[in-house]
């Protein structure tokens, strides 16, 4: 079985540059997240989807990022514009629905300058 | 507003030894928590559930209590070994109505061969 797939693995922009982050969760799940983690920090949810629909999104910066989950599957996590304190790893998770077990992809680590 | 430390942040250890990782959160009304693994350049594995009604969960070498009402939890490794360095981060889910976890910061393991 194929894990969660993401890209790129690594971005480095300017600040007030724009960027997006895709993800491929594992066929099937019907839940997705988005994290962010910042160096020696753990991971913080941006935005669950539970197949089309934002569950939660209580901690995503409106202002400058936004997410899609089209047609239930894959997902796109955009910044825009970024800023310095953006730089982290952004983490993306998949689950079969209602479960505790997420798998999570490997991540894309962005700098932003 | 919940909140999750981890202490030591950073642990060396030779091989071999037994060693505990230490949790803990200020809002004793969780509904379970789990126990992650993240290797470098990595995504997060899930290691061990606990649920609220529980004190303690077994895998391999892997042992984790959780002491709801004094908002600790600890994983205790026996033997450890090289492939054991990575860091370990707990996290807890609030309640019943939500599958949003808040991570602790992680403690960053190395054991030395």
């Known amino acids: 079985e194929a894990g969660v797939a993401q890209s790129p693995r690594y971005k480095i922009i300017e600040k007030r540059q724009s960027v997006a982050f895709w993800c491929n969760p594992i066929?099937?799940?019907?839940?997705l997240y988005w994290y962010q983690q910042i160096l020696g920090q753990g991971p913080k949810l941006l935005i669950q989807?539970?197949?089309?629909?934002?569950?939660?999104d209580s901690q995503l910066p409106k202002d400058r990022f936004s997410a899609e989950r089209l047609k239930g599957v894959d997902s796109t996590l955009k910044i825009q514009p970024a800023k310095l304190e953006d730089s982290a790893v952004y983490l993306c998770?998949?689950?079969?629905?209602?479960?505790?077990?997420?798998?999570f992809g490997p991540g894309t680590r962005l700098t932003v300058l | 507003k919940q909140e999750v430390t981890q202490i030591p942040a950073a642990l060396s250890v030779p091989e071999g030894e037994n060693l505990v990782l230490n949790c803990s959160f200020t809002?004793?009304?969780?509904?379970?928590l789990q126990w992650f693994r993240q290797d470098p350049g990595k995504g997060l594995t899930s290691l061990l559930l606990?649920?609220?009604?529980?004190r303690e969960q077994t895998s391999g070498r892997l042992n984790a209590s959780l002491d709801k009402s004094s908002g600790r939890s600890t994983l205790y490794i026996a033997a450890s070994q090289p492939g054991d360095s990575a860091t370990y981060l707990c996290?807890?889910?609030?309640?019943?109505?939500?599958?949003?976890?808040?991570f602790g910061t992680g403690t960053r393991l190395k054991v030395l061969a």
């Open positions: 809002d004793s009304a969780i509904y379970n």
């Open positions: 998770a998949s689950s079969a629905g209602n479960t505790d077990t997420q798998y």
């Open positions: 996290a807890v889910r609030k309640g019943a109505g939500t599958y949003k976890y808040i």
């Open positions: 606990i649920q609220s009604s529980q």
């Open positions: 066929s099937g799940h019907a839940t």
């Open positions: 989807f539970q197949n089309n629909g934002v569950v939660d």
